[in-house]
């Protein structure tokens, strides 16, 4: 059951405090929380709840303002309530009216905030809050010269700078291996046969036979060594592919017995489920000597996962969600994202149309890799009046003008603010390893990570713009200062 709150939000200076104090408007989690647009999605929010059944939900501002917290601090589930019961500000960040030393609410509940919040919910929230910062920033700059009026009924004219690429967030998963994922089918295998005998033991005789600790042995002889040889992996694998082979024969025939898998639970019955698929994979790898396989399973906790290829230094593959992401005026926001690889270059004339509806025309110029640099994109972009970045196909000239020269310069320059937002992304807001466990939840941490990027550069804009004037800063240097701050800010 949802109740909305029809309160109106209550100004810092009314927050009610114990100790006959006020809470102060100018720090950062009271202007973060007026610049999150709470109200316009309540409505979506508390669509997936009963209006009369079950107990009272958490509202939609407590729910998405705990994730953004976490995210924010880079804590853990329990202690982002610890820090909430313990802070006012984190409090009044929520939307309760007054001070409490009582714990908000379980910290297992995030798990079902992440759950109730889908990833399309908040790449919303993003959007709007970012339209919301953008029109405060036009209306509190300096106005500029106005433009020729552009004639009734005509496109309007190509503004601003599009910047696109995509990047792999992985999942929190130990390398996997072959032989290691064999190994950990059978040792679930063995589990659930453990469990199905229970059940139906009066019915048989004896035991059915696994060979746990042969099995655990041979893995051991080939995991142990420092460098064993293809022979010796090829050897061991074979052998743990048989002993799967008779534990699931024994699953069949216990289930037979019972004529149901009732008894299992849902994490158990799953389990088995990965555990087949893993068998069939690999025993298909084994049987064709080969070393890939559509959909391959890396880790049996997390099926959904998927090893991503991209041919960076020192990380050739990488195992997560990969995605696809726009880039302007600073703020980043999440396109596409996919457990399986996809061709990121196909998400260009979709990004760009996604830019043209949110700001109501097309880019000037198209900043991107040559991954993108397709004859197709290329064309597309030049019937719109695109300028896309980088050198144009055929044979290089031999002569080249300084200003191609210092156009190439400045492209690969603008170019290179969304790989800092990347970095930015992994080391200070945990992108480089994503926690959640599920498919939905997964995606939700990855976008509420995008939202809070965007809180942070914002917060960071209104730094610079209080600093630039006190200090006589010229408004060109202001981005060069913005991007330090947010490099130091990510370390």
């Known amino acids: 059951m949802y109740r909305k709150e029809e309160s109106t939000p209550i100004p810092p200076e009314n927050f009610e405090l114990p100790f006959e104090g006020k809470l102060s408007s100018d720090n950062r989690w009271v202007i973060m929380a007026d610049l999150i647009p709470w109200k316009e999605f309540e409505s979506e929010y508390s669509s ?23 995210e924010k601090l880079g804590i853990s589930d329990r202690e982002t309530v610890e820090q909430i019961r313990e802070n006012p500000y984190l409090q009044y960040f929520l939307g309760m009216s007054l001070y409490s030393n009582d714990m908000p609410f379980n910290p297992s509940m995030l798990v079902h905030f992440r759950e109730r919040i889908s990833g399309e919910l908040v790449n919303k929230v993003n959007q709007e809050m970012v339209r919301k910062m953008l029109d405060k920033t036009s209306s509190q ?37 072959d032989l290691e994922l064999l190994n950990q089918a059978r040792k679930q295998t063995e589990k659930i046969i453990d469990f199905l005998y229970e059940q139906v033991k009066e019915q048989l005789s004896k035991k059915p036979r696994t060979y746990r600790e042969v099995a655990r042995k041979d893995y051991l002889e080939v995991a142990k060594k420092r ?47 990965v555990a087949t698929e893993v068998y069939r994979q690999q025993l298909w790898m084994y049987e064709n000597k080969k070393q890939s396989i559509e959909d391959r399973i890396v880790s049996l906790s997390q099926p959904h996962i998927r090893p991503i290829v991209r041919g960076k230094a020192g990380k050739t593959v990488e195992f997560g969600a990969k995605l696809s992401v726009s880039c302007f005026d600073g703020y980043v926001f999440l ?36 991954i993108y640099r397709t004859r197709e994109n290329r064309a597309w972009c ?30 690969e320059g603008i170019r ?14 945990g992108l480089d390893r994503v926690m959640a466990k599920l498919n939905h939840t997964s995606v939700t941490a990855i976008a509420i990570t995008f939202l809070v990027m965007n809180l942070s550069t914002q917060m960071s804009q209104l730094l610079c713009t209080f600093l630039c004037p006190f200090f006589n800063i010229r408004p060109s240097i202001r981005s060069n200062i913005i991007d330090t701050y947010n490099l130091i800010a990510s370390r």
């Open 416 to 429: 290179n603010s969304i790989e800092g937002k990347f970095g930015q992304a992994k080391r200070r807001f």
């Open 48 to 70: 997936g709840f009963s209006p009369e059944m079950g107990a009272p939900a958490k509202s939609f501002r407590m729910a998405l303002g705990a994730l953004i917290i976490k």
């Open 382 to 411: 030049k019937e719109r009046g695109i300028r896309i970045s980088g050198v144009p196909l055929g044979r290089p000239p031999k002569t080249v003008s300084q200003e191609k020269k210092k156009q190439a310069k400045e492209d």
């Open 227 to 273: 460098r064993a040889s293809q022979k010796d992996r090829s050897k061991a694998i074979k052998k743990q592919l048989q002993y799967i082979k008779r534990n699931l024969a024994h699953i069949e025939q216990l289930v037979l017995l019972e004529s149901r898998l009732v008894n299992l639970s849902h994490r158990q019955y799953k389990m088995l489920l």
């Open 335 to 370: 396109d596409h994202i996919s457990w399986d690889n996809f061709n990121e270059s196909t998400d260009l004339k979709v990004q760009i149309e996604s830019f043209k509806d949110y700001t109501g025309y097309y880019p000037e110029s198209v900043h991107v890799d040559k």
């Open 141 to 177: 700059s300096t106005p500029k010269k106005t433009a020729e009026p552009e004639e009734e009924g005509s496109e309007p004219k190509n503004r601003g700078k599009l910047i696109l690429d995509a990047t792999c967030a992985p999942g929190d998963i130990s390398y996997p291996t």
